[in-house]
Structures are given as structure tokens and as C-alpha cells.
């Protein structure tokens, strides 16, 4: 509501839903996404009484070669596929409420994460991310 009104929604989830101290599936975590969408759809932020826009952005999942990295444990064991996971949770969710869109950044070409520590997003994945949402957001078809 600081920020009303507002024409679009954004949510990307980061990967820090999938700790493993957390306890949560990658359904529990795509049961909690939706849930915050639904909240955000709900909300009287939207200019001038308009329908609502939530656009969800699932990033580029944590790779397999996490588990081999030297501060592995910061995130547990089992966080690459419960990452992994969730855009397939979340995506079916998502379908048939009205408002909501969802980018699976998972898709985009040269979208994905460091081979330094498996879950931040390159300097290419930056790019294509960016242009991702550049055309959703000016209405190019994602």
C-alpha cells in the first residue's frame, strides 16, 4: 500500500525458500507463493480501481554442483531439488486466476546460476532475466 497505486505486482521468490532448515517441499513453497499472490490480488493498490497484474518469477534453480561446493551446508542438503521443484508446484497454482502471470526464468535461453556457488544468477542471466520482464512489462508476450 506505500507504493499505491500501482500497475503491476512483481514477486520473485528467492532461493533462500529452499534452505533446508526451513523445513518446506517445493510444494510447501509453492503453497506459500500462491498464498502471497492471492494476498497481493486482494489488495486495493491498483491505479484507478484497474484489474490486478502479478507477474511471478520463478529464477534459474540452484544447480546439482551446489553439493559439491565448500559452503554447501549454508543451505542443506536436498536445496537444489526442492528448487528445482518449484516451478512445477507453483506453475499449475497459478493457472486460472485471473490477473496472475508466471515466467519460469528456468526457460529462458542463457538464463542461469554461477558454476561459483550454484545459485546466483550470471552476468548473462542477469540479461535475459531483464529482457524477460522488460517485455512483460511494456506487453511483449512472454
Known amino acids: 500500500m506505500s507504493h499505491a497505486p500501482l500497475d503491476t505486482v512483481t514477486i520473485m521468490p528467492g532461493t533462500n525458500d529452499s534452505k ?38 520463478m529464477p534459474p534453480s540452484i544447480t546439482p554442483e551446489y553439493d559439491k ?9 536436498g536445496c537444489h531439488e526442492r528448487c528445482a521443484g518449484i516451478a512445477a508446484q507453483l506453475e499449475p497454482m497459478l493457472k ?15 538464463a542461469g546460476c554461477s558454476p561459483v556457488d550454484g545459485m546466483h544468477l550470471t552476468p548473462e542471466a542477469h540479461k535475459a532475466v531483464a529482457e524477460a520482464l522488460k517485455n512483460a512489462l511494456t506487453g511483449v508476450t512472454l
Open 69 to 77: 561446493l565448500k559452503f554447501r551446508e549454508e543451505m542443506g542438503p
Open 96 to 110: 486460472g486466476l485471473p490477473g496472475v502471470r508466471f515466467l519460469d526464468a528456468n526457460l529462458l535461453p542463457g
Open 20 to 57: 533446508a532448515r526451513f523445513g518446506c517441499s517445493s510444494y510447501l513453497i509453492a503453497l506459500g507463493i500462491t498464498r502471497l499472490v492471492k494476498k497481493a490480488l486482494r489488495t486495493e493498490c491498483w491505479r484507478d480501481n484497474a484489474h490486478p497484474d502479478v507477474l511471478v518469477i
